[in-house]
């Protein structure tokens, strides 16, 4: 892998203009193209180390070991943080060479150098569970050639996520789009992210080493058993959590990024991409939980293709929303293509399972969601009516616009747990004792924020 992953960075540098290019396939605006080509020749080789780190996680993930793996993004962010602090104060800046006195570019060498640091953290801990550093190759071993021949269509299983956001960038280029869309959309889909790693990823990344052991015994019941618990307790989270971005959209953009350049009118682009990409958010955390289950029966292929389906069917969203439905949608509508898509992916991979391996308990899922329904209502109603109140939009001052953001956030899911509890909802007491037990089941959400 660092051999490949060696090659691809290479080639990412020397055709760094080409890449940038195609990224920006719709825009006519060149004036930054020559930053942009920069700042990629320096973030892509970044690549190789964010990669091995990831390859590095899920070693000591199938030992169990998810509290290092899952830390590595906060190492990550630590430096991303002092170099973007340094990046802003004058004299640090004057101490750099002149080309990398553009705040950009700092920034660009804090994702190298963290990405570095993210992998090599890791080290320690393999080298104490007998891995070998020494540089071998060998295309031949039976474990790397099955390995290569899972790994094909499981690239396209499990980056058709990123993928999809990939091409809402792209189509977020258009002259047709509002100025600022390209921005709304990243940073809409980094709070998405955020919230879905709290809840999903965490459970995505424990589940897979025990559905593996569960399909190398053949214990299909018991598996489908362990998914659907999974599911179940992530929809716990994940159904209230899209409602409450949903109503809190312009609240939670406002006090976190409206700040500097970052203006009234850049809240209201991100808040309305951020609307569409919480509509999404149950089918985002639902892929996640069931693509393991694929995985665990060394079945990459099916993801795969069903992926490809789901990318299709994003591009043609796309496409139809672009030229037919811009005045409705304005910057919302590549994110309203995505929700849709996964969607369609999920319920997809949802019905072959089914139909292959047998009942998945969905109606003991129905009969939780429903609950779940209503207790998320009651939270909605809740959070609506509190927003009117205390009258958000006019609370001027940061510190006032935050208390109140948290209390109206406190409050909605104090509503959510309290009916969770009076309406019985066995979730409630397997997600409290989940947390309990965080450190043995569920790891802390891998993730950058």
Known sequence: MAAALGVLAVLGVVFARQIIHFFTIFSHNSAQWDLAVFLGRIIIPAIFFVALAGIAAAMLNSFRVFALPAATPIFFNLVLILFSLGAVYRPVMQMAPARFQTPAVAIACGILLGGIIQFAIQIPALARRGMQFHPEVSFSDPGVQKLARLMGPAVLGVGVYQLNFFVDK????????????????????????????????????????????????????????????????????????????????????????????????????????????????????????????????????????????????????????????????????????????????????????????????????????????????????????????????????????????????ALSSGIYFGLAWLLRCEELGEFFLLLRRADRVMPVAAMDV
Do not use: W
């Open 170 to 409: 792209i189509f977020s280029t258009s002259s047709r789009m509002p100025t600022g869309s390209v921005m709304s959309l990243y940073v809409a889909e980094h709070v998405t992210q955020l919230v879905m790693g709290i809840c999903a990823v965490a459970m995505s990344t424990a589940l897979l080493p025990t559905l593996s052991q569960q399909a190398a015994a053949k214990d299909f019941v018991e598996m489908k058993r362990t998914f659907g618990f999974s599911l179940r307790i992530v929809s716990f989270i994940a159904i209230p959590a899209a409602v409450g971005l949903i109503l809190l959209r312009q609240p939670i953009v406002q006090v976190l990024f409206q700040h500097g350049k970052f203006v009234a009118e850049s809240t209201a682009l991100t808040a309305r991409a951020l609307f569409y990409y919480a509509l999404g958010l149950p089918a985002f955390a639902a892929i996640k939980l069931i693509t393991p289950m694929y995985y665990s029966m060394h079945d990459t292929m099916t993801p795969a293709k069903v992926g490809a389906y789901s990318l299709a069917l994003n591009i043609v969203f796309n496409s139809l929303f672009l030229v037919f439905f811009l005045k409705y949608l304005s910057n919302g509508s590549p994110a309203l293509a995505s929700s849709l898509a996964a969607y369609f992916n999920f319920v997809l991979l949802f019905a072959i399972f089914r139909k292959r391996h047998g009942r998945l308990g969905a109606r003991g899922l129905a009969a939780s969601l429903s609950k779940m329904g209503a207790c998320a209502g009651a939270m909605a109603a809740v959070c609506y009516g509190a927003l009117k109140i205390t009258h958000f939009a006019g609370a001027g001052a940061f510190l006032r616009q935050a208390l109140l953001l948290t209390g109206i956030i």
